[in-house]
């Protein structure tokens, strides 16, 4: 993949994310002023994160461009405290739904898919390195 086709692969994604916003809000009866705002704030995102790719050192690293492997390194840790952030919070949601007698199954298979992908990539990078 060329980097002139990588730079546009957050765009792209962010439209396309967009306008299923937009549909979804549309199809559960929203107002089509609120898809096109919802659409709207996802190409904002995604053009502004193009637009500053250049200019940025964080805005390359959220479009998955780091400049150079220091930013590729912080980004590698924010991604890693990010992830076991939201172990913790996951778990604490399903703590407190099933204390409070309420259906924590959401919570339940968020936190398998979180602990298949960490355990799943465990095993391919270490089999690969």
Known sequence: MTARMSSWLVPVVGFVIGIAMAAALLGRDASPIQAVIAFAIMAGYALGLRFLQSRSDVASVLSGLPPDERWASINLQALSLTAQLLAVVLVLAFLV???ARGDATTFAWLGAVLG??????????????
């Open 97 to 99: 739904t099933v204390f």
């Open 116 to 129: 298949a992908t960490y355990l799943g990539g465990l095993v391919w990078y270490r089999s690969h390195s």
